[in-house]
């Protein structure tokens, strides 16, 4: 990965593993959630490809840049839209990720919470696609089915029911944190990252461009109503993978302050 852009002055060059982990690192304040959201987009605006995955777009350096803010999170927030239509399981690690996460101190998995009104996810959710993974969370309503909570529960999902037509975002987000769970990373899809930007929850949007053009009716990274009042942002970092993939990150205004964990 070459760098940039970096605005606290790291000089513009080639990054070595430690340098992109120092780069990504989540800053967290002191018993706050921070909530970074993470999404590939064509140059032309697209979220997904011909076969509505984002898999089909994503460049090859996104796949290590990926695993990394994987590695270097508490948890994986996703919406169920996505869970379904990507297959999401229990988040499984290469070894390099778990190495990355035993020096940074973090447990040796994250854990994937999915955000569902409706429930109707398949309980095989509950277990990684290959070898060990991290516990699940399904963040439902108070009215959600109970036979679908029951065979999440069988399955040994966690179920945390918060709100009562939709799911209460912010109590979400406050309880992961609260459990000891701060570093958050959104990876969509766009209904939940439209919400999560409109009640001010986000602090960073991740934006990987990719060197590519599909046209058609591919989704943006937000889907529903307008916001009342454009968000502004501040550049945080640019980098650029071989391929041509560049790999930008925006806070949003008024910035959070930031410390580190103890
Ligand atoms: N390129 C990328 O980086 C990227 C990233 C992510 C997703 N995507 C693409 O985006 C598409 C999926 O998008 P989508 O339109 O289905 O949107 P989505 O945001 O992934 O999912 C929307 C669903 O999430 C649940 N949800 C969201 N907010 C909720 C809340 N506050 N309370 C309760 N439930 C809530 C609901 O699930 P229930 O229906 O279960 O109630 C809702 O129907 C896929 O094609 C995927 O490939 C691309």
């Not at 090859?60 to 803010?69: G, Q, V, Y």
């Not at 969370?137 to 999902?157: E, F, I, K, Q, Y």
Request: with cysteine.
């Amino acid at each position: 990965m070459h760098l940039l852009h970096d605005r606290r002055g790291t000089p513009a060059g080639e990054l070595g593993p430690a340098e992109l982990v120092e780069l990504l690192r989540f800053p967290v304040p002191p018993s706050h959630a921070w909530l970074r959201t993470n999404f590939v987009s064509t140059v032309d605006g697209s979220i997904t490809g011909a076969d509505g995955s984002s898999g089909s777009i994503s460049p090859d350096s996104d796949a290590h840049h990926f695993a990394l803010h994987r590695a270097l999170c508490d948890a994986v927030v996703v919406a169920a839209g996505t869970a379904r239509a990507e297959g999401y399981r229990a988040v499984d690690l290469a070894d390099w990720q778990r190495d990355v996460r035993a020096r940074e101190g973090l447990a040796p998995f994250p854990t994937l919470v999915v955000v569902s009104a409706s429930a109707d996810l398949d309980p095989q959710i509950a277990t990684p696609a290959t070898g060990e993974g991290g516990p699940v969370v399904v963040a439902t309503t108070t009215t959600a089915p109970p036979g679908r909570l029951d065979a999440l529960r069988d399955a040994g999902v966690e179920v945390l029911q918060r709100g009562t037509d939709s799911v209460d975002l912010a109590a979400v987000l406050d309880d992961l944190a609260g459990r000891g769970l701060p570093r958050l990373l959104c990876e969509g899809g766009p209904g939940l990252h439209r919400e999560l930007l409109a009640l001010g929850l986000v602090d960073e949007v991740l934006l990987t461009l990719a060197p590519t053009v599909v046209a058609g009716p591919g989704p943006r990274t937000t889907r529903g109503d307008g916001l009342p009042d454009p968000l502004a942002l501040s550049l945080a970092y640019v980098l650029r993978g071989e391929d041509d993939a560049v790999f930008t990150s925006y806070r949003t205004l008024p910035e959070k302050p930031v410390g580190r964990l103890e």
